[in-house]
């Protein structure tokens, strides 16, 4: 914890330069308190916590594994296959050129407000950094070991498990640290255009109402469920890689 006392210290410092400016403009519908925010929080937590937070945090997980299927899949088969690295890897970056913001719409007019038009969002924003990472990982595998092991009579495939799988695994969960925090962002996205619930789906409904702690609120939520998902892979990378030394 000591580590973070100066970004811990940095946080209380802005929310209270965020407090005295909000208090001075005096305007709550455009830019609410942190403790304005946080009473709205606790007045709507039925709402925000039993019904709209189960429905963001489905998409988010659905989204994810899928993501992790993809990425993990075509990462593997574009580094033992150069001609599916040459035919999928322009494809890979040509995908986030285009605004996810500019899809979303279509995928509602697809999917209508189903669950899967919001997956979908997830999917295109986060499966980029999990398979690039990955592919990066597999592919940057010790020629020397290698040669090492395919003298001592190695198969291709113990190669793989042995050398290509654990060398990979760090950019793997690095790529997955970065998903797991623009899931949020997809989620809230797509909720955000087309949903009947969600976090996305609340807050876009509290700024019809000029509502601006209601606005917030959600996204607080949205946050913290970001930030804990991160927390979440970073132990589990630690747990995993024990092999790897860190500072």
């Known amino acids: 914890m000591q580590k973070y006392g100066a970004s811990c210290l940095l946080v209380v410092i802005l929310l209270c330069i965020w407090e005295i400016g909000a208090r001075i403009v ?74 996810i913001i500019a899809l979303a719409p279509i995928f509602v007019l697809w999917f209508g407000y189903s669950i899967w038009s919001k997956v979908i969002v997830t999917v295109l924003i986060t499966f980029f950094p999990i398979t690039v990472n990955t592919f990066d990982g597999l592919r940057a595998t010790n020629k020397e070991y290698k040669d090492l092991l395919l003298t001592m ?19 793997f969960f690095s790529g997955l640290k970065v998903a797991v925090t623009l899931s949020v962002i997809g989620a809230a996205i797509g909720e955000w255009i087309g949903a009947q619930a969600g976090l996305g789906y609340f807050s876009r409904r509290m700024m019809t109402q000029f509502d601006g702690a209601g606005v917030f609120a959600p996204i607080v939520i949205l946050s913290a469920i970001g930030i804990l998902l991160f927390v979440i892979v970073g132990a589990v990378e630690k747990r995993i890689l024990k092999w790897r030394k860190t500072e």
Do not use: C
């Open 26 to 99: 005096n305007l709550g519908f455009i830019l609410p308190t942190p403790i304005e925010i946080l009473l709205k929080l606790w007045e709507l937590r039925e709402p925000l916590f039993l019904n709209h937070l189960p429905a963001t945090a489905l998409v988010i997980l659905i989204g994810l594994f899928i993501s992790i299927v993809i990425g993990l899949g075509l990462a593997v088969w574009m580094s033992v296959n150069k001609t599916v690295e040459k035919t999928f890897y322009p494809l890979l970056i040509s995908s986030q050129t285009i605004p």
């Open 153 to 171: 009579g190695a198969r291709k495939k113990d190669i793989f498990f042995k050398l290509q799988v654990p060398g990979s695994a760090p950019n």
